[in-house]
């Protein structure tokens, strides 16, 4: 089992950064891929970034490539996403999402374990 939780949401103006974590427990974090995905209001979730379980591999969507970067610390068992030159369209609730894997993925239905989420709203 995996839990995880997300800190690090809140308020910024467009142009801004920053950076959410995402704590997990238990002892197969260093063997689980990590992903972020993010949902705004009326829409479905959507793939935002992913890591492999040894931090060598990172993946991003289209529309944050270049502007966030994903990364992990196994020996704290935390991912972060930072994320700069933040626009309005970023608004959503960020997810952490796991699964016990050496690879990365996209695709949400691939996870096992998700944390509550945690709002980002970014302001014009």
């Known amino acids: 089992q995996v839990q995880l939780t997300e800190s690090g949401g809140g308020l910024v103006q467009a142009g801004g950064s920053l950076r959410l974590s995402c704590a997990a427990s238990g002892s197969t974090f260093s063997s689980s891929a990590m992903g972020w995905f993010r949902q705004a209001p009326g829409k479905e979730r959507e793939f935002v970034s992913t890591i492999s379980w040894s931090g060598s591999f990172t993946t991003y969507a289209d529309s944050v490539e270049g502007r966030f970067t994903i990364s992990r610390d196994n020996a704290k068992n935390t991912v972060y996403l930072q994320m700069n030159s933040l626009k309005p369209e970023d608004t959503a609730v960020y997810y952490c999402?796991?699964?016990?894997?050496?690879?990365?993925?996209?695709?949400?239905?691939?996870?096992?374990?998700w944390g509550q989420g945690t709002q980002v709203t970014v302001s014009s």
């Open positions: 999402a796991a699964y016990k894997g050496w690879g990365t993925s996209s695709q949400a239905r691939t996870y096992d374990y």
